[in-house]
Each structure stands twice: as structure tokens, then as C-alpha cells.
Nanobody, 121 residues
Framework: QVQLVESGGGLVQAGGSLRLSCAAS????????MGWFRQAPGKEREFVAA????????YVADSVKGRFTISRDNAKNTVYLQMNSLKPDDTAVYYC??????????????WGQGTQVTVSS
């Protein structure tokens, strides 16, 4: 069973940056594609970004393209989400996901507990 623990959330002003981290344990990290999703109050969870097992392929949602970057370090069992030029609309709980067979919107075999990101205007 894979356990995922997110960190790095917080309060930031619009235009600022944050880097989220998700540390994995309990499995072979490189067996899993990794992703980030977010859920704002009153909205459904939405896909943000995903990266393949060895990092060769990465995808980001159109709403964050050019501002967010996903990366992973398989030696550290960690996936990152670098978020730049943050906007108030980026305010949400951000969740890390791991999946052994899917990459992208449909992934979600394992989930972290989430980390809050709040962007003030």
C-alpha cells in the first residue's frame, strides 16, 4: 500500500510562488505515475498535472500551463509541483495521486491527504 504525504502549501500573495512536495512510501516509487489534483470549495476535484514513471512524459492542465511544472525525483521518492504566478483562482486543497496504470485525468489509485494553498489578491 502506497502512502502519500503532501507538504509545501500555505498562504501566498497573487503573483507569488510555492513548491509542493509529495513524499511516497510503502511501494516502489518508480512503478507509479504521479499526479496532482486540486479541489476548491464548492467545486469538484480537477486534474492539475501528471508525470510518467520515469519522468519522460509530463502533462499539465490548460488552466495552469506556463505557470505550473511537475517533476519527480525517483531517488527521493518525491514528486513536486512548482507553482509560479499564482492567482486567487488557484486557491484549493492540492492532492497528490499515484497510479500504477493510468496517467492523467483518470488516475487516482492512491491519494494523499491534501495540502491547502491559499492565494490572496
Amino acid at each position: 500500500q502506497v502512502q502519500l504525504v503532501e507538504s509545501g502549501g500555505g498562504l501566498v500573495q497573487a503573483g507569488g510562488s510555492l513548491r509542493l512536495s509529495c513524499a511516497a512510501s510503502g511501494g516502489t516509487f518508480s512503478d507509479y505515475a504521479m499526479g496532482w489534483f486540486r479541489q476548491a470549495p464548492g467545486k469538484e476535484r480537477e486534474f492539475v498535472a501528471a508525470i510518467s514513471r520515469r519522468g519522460a512524459r509530463a502533462y499539465v492542465a490548460d488552466s495552469v500551463k506556463g505557470r505550473f511544472t511537475i517533476s519527480r525525483d525517483n531517488a527521493k521518492n518525491t514528486v513536486y509541483l512548482q507553482m509560479n504566478s499564482l492567482k486567487p483562482d488557484d486557491t484549493a486543497v492540492y492532492y497528490c495521486a499515484a497510479d500504477s496504470s493510468r496517467l492523467g485525468v483518470g488516475m487516482g489509485e492512491h491519494w494523499g491527504q491534501g495540502t491547502q494553498v491559499t492565494v490572496s489578491s
